[in-house]
Nanobody, 117 residues
Framework: QVQLVESGGGLVQAGGSLRLSCAAS????????MGWFRQAPGKEREFVAG??????????SYLDSVKGRFTISRDNAKNTVYLQMNSLKSEDTAVYYC????????WGQGTQVTVSS
């Protein structure tokens, strides 16, 4: 089992920045992936960014609309994944969820991000 706790959400003006954190506890494999998803009111949950790692190295992927603005990273020692969000837009407003596992089997409770225009 893996437990995920997100933090860092809040209210920010358009053009501003936020950093989300996702602290994982429990068992994580050396071959693993974690990601961020979001769900805006009345919309489907969508993938935002993912990071995966194994003995060959680390790779990242992003939703097209956040490329160049968002950066996903991880701190091994803290078992934490971050989502740095810059140049925020009103359309980034959503509840952001952290997920983990090869099939994104584990989910956090979500953190609200609101971008005011």
């Amino acid at each position: 089992q893996v437990q995920l706790v997100e933090s860092g959400g809040g209210l920010v003006q358009a053009g501003g920045s936020l950093r989300l954190s996702c602290a994982a506890s429990g068992r994580t494999d050396s071959n693993y992936r974690m990601g961020w998803f979001r769900q805006a009111p009345g919309k489907e949950r969508e993938f935002v960014a993912g990071i995966s790692w194994n003995w060959r190295g680390t790779s990242t992927s992003y939703l097209d609309s956040v490329k160049g603005r968002f950066t996903i990273s991880r701190d091994n020692a803290k078992n934490t994944v971050y989502l740095q969000m810059n140049s925020l837009k009103s359309e980034d407003t959503a509840v952001y969820y952290c997920a983990a596992g090869r099939g994104y089997d584990y989910w956090g409770q979500g953190t609200q991000v609101t971008v005011s225009s």
